[in-house]
């Protein structure tokens, strides 16, 4: 692909605050985003942004560089208008990079005018991506992560660049005996219906293991007895069982360690009981294709520096981003920032007591069935119990 960017594409600082004829063939390569063009136009920042977003998740990702770009253009540079600058320049130079394209260093030098850890994370990322040089891009990206949501994408891509490298950044210091205790957790808030049943009784007469199973009115008072009337409210308050099930998994396996299941996956055979009893990392984690970390199926021991993190970042967007997407708030995103930060502070030379195996997306299909059940039809896309 093209390293340098259209000529006749508007300049961002300079280009006109309207919609041009290049902007209008960006957003026709993609039926979804010409649909919402047609309806709603793209003269606000509002419907430039959504165009753009359309464009970024159907992976027409020149086209959405060119629209953030739009959106950028279109700002009215107030403090109260969301997107902010920053966040539109950033989704754009991330886009380009995507799309094979090397971002102009006026750009990026507009983006560290405007946010500092942004400029970082694009640079770290051109470093990963079209040099290889991924040790230089964990230390170009530092912590920029806290410029984001817990579960955004850039730890999944830090993720990746991590594990790409041939840093040793999982493994303890010193080496810990600990391992994962045989047991078995799981959640259903009430009434399970007669497949989830069979689950639990399937996972309950597993050879070696304890099983054990909350529901809705158990785990309410486990919290309170064991974390408190805080972590009790803020479980009762959550606004779908999806979320309920994640804010509980990780209080109760950061207290006893061991294995989290949802309702919904079953351990496929004696081979996957066997993987289980034989992992000797204080925590094991199994990752979508895309380096998302699967929080339906995990372990760990207890008081695990991966679990303390998961907590921190539970409790402070169950306070301060209420209504985050449910996979940010208390889903995967919790598990993905705490490898961010491990991957920092290891890079940094700070040791963590508790090693961690980071697993690819086979695993989760070797290990684990996901069987289908009625519920699921009728539940939003962002549902993980």
């Not at 209504?323 to 491990?342: C, D, E, H, M, Q």
């Amino acid at each position: 692909m093209s390293d340098t960017l259209v000529a006749e594409e508007p300049d961002i600082e300079t280009g006109p605050k309207t919609v041009t004829e290049y902007d209008i063939r960006q957003i026709e390569a993609d039926p979804g985003a010409l649909n919402y063009y047609q309806q709603h136009g793209a003269s606000t920042l509002h419907d430039a942004f959504a165009i753009a977003n359309i464009l970024h998740t159907d992976k027409y990702v020149r086209e959405a560089a060119s629209i953030y770009g739009l959106a950028f253009r279109l700002h009215s540079e107030s403090n109260s208008a969301y997107p902010m600058p920053h966040s539109l320049l950033q989704a754009r130079l991330l886009c380009l990079l995507k799309s094979g394209t090397t971002p102009p260093q006026r750009e990026v030098d507009i983006l560290r005018s405007l946010n500092i850890p942004l400029a970082n994370y694009i640079e770290g990322v051109e470093l990963a991506w079209h040099r290889q040089d991924f040790k230089g891009a964990i230390a170009r990206i530092g912590n920029a992560y806290e410029e984001f949501h817990t579960g955004e994408e850039i730890d999944a891509v830090l993720l990746e660049i991590a594990l790409n490298s041939s840093l040793d950044l999982f493994s303890a210091s010193p080496v810990s005996d600990k391992r994962i205790p045989r047991r078995l957790f799981m959640y259903w808030d009430q009434n399970p219906p007669e497949e989830i049943r069979n689950n639990f009784d399937y996972h309950k007469n597993i050879e070696g293991f304890e099983c054990r199973i909350f529901d809705k009115h158990e785990a309410a008072e486990w919290l309170y007895d064991n974390y408190g009337i805080e972590a009790r409210s803020l479980f009762l308050g959550a606004r779908h069982p999806a979320e309920a099930a994640d804010f509980l998994r990780v209080h109760v396996t950061q207290m006893y360690g061991g294995w989290w299941l949802d309702a919904d996956i079953r351990v496929r055979d004696t081979a996957a009981v066997n993987f289980l009893a034989t992992q000797t990392d204080q925590n094991v984690i199994v990752l979508t294709n895309n380096c998302v970390v699967h929080n339906d199926f995990y372990g760990t021991i207890a008081n695990s520096t991966v679990g303390a993190d998961c907590l921190l970042s539970l409790y402070r967007n169950c306070y301060l981003h209420t209504g985050l997407f449910i996979a940010y708030k208390t889903g995967p995103g919790v598990f993905n920032r705490a490898l961010s930060r491990r991957i920092h502070r290891s890079y940094e030379g700070v040791k963590s007591p508790d090693s961690i195996r980071i697993y690819r997306s086979d695993v989760f299909d070797r290990v684990i069935h996901q069987f289908d059940t009625p519920y699921k039809t009728v539940l939003p896309s962002w549902h993980s119990v």
